[in-house]
Nanobody, 126 residues
Framework: VQLQASGGGLVQAGGSLRLSCAAS????????LGWFRQGPGKDREFVAAIRGSDMRRQYADSVKGRSTISRDNAKNTIYLQMNSLKPEETAVYYC????????????????????WGQGTQVTVSS
């Protein structure tokens, strides 16, 4: 699966962005989909995921209540709506694809996802 992330940019603290990730592949609706991010000098970390088998959503505690992951199967696209952004959320955001039946406890793990997009830069100014 090839993934193309977009929608990043410069936003002021407190602002919002919606990231998109277009995917190739006929079985898109079956995939589990995730968003991760890597800030400057930091390890890549989990942001949000939606499991393909049952549409279960999972969020990192740091974004819970401020972010929404969604998918449009007709467009083979996943989205990450982020609100009330903070400067510490400045990072390259990556989308990723995994199998339909990821174990809940592993939805936040990078190893659960096989294909990754190139990333889109989000910069939050204070």
């Amino acid at each position: 699966v090839q993934l193309q992330a977009s929608g990043g940019g410069l936003v002021q603290a407190g602002g919002s962005l919606r990231l998109s990730c277009a995917a190739s592949g006929r079985a898109f609706r079956e995939y589990s989909l995730g968003w991760f991010r890597q800030g400057p000098g930091k390890d890549r970390e989990f942001v949000a995921a939606i499991r393909g088998s049952d549409m279960r959503r999972q969020y990192a505690d740091s974004v819970k209540g401020r972010s929404t992951i969604s998918r449009d199967n007709a467009k083979n696209t996943i989205y990450l709506q982020m609100n009330s952004l903070k400067p510490e959320e400045t990072a390259v955001y990556y989308c990723a694809v995994g199998p339909p039946h990821i174990i809940v406890s592993q939805m936040a793990e990078e190893r659960s996802y096989q294909d990754w997009g190139q990333g889109t830069q989000v910069t939050v100014s204070s």
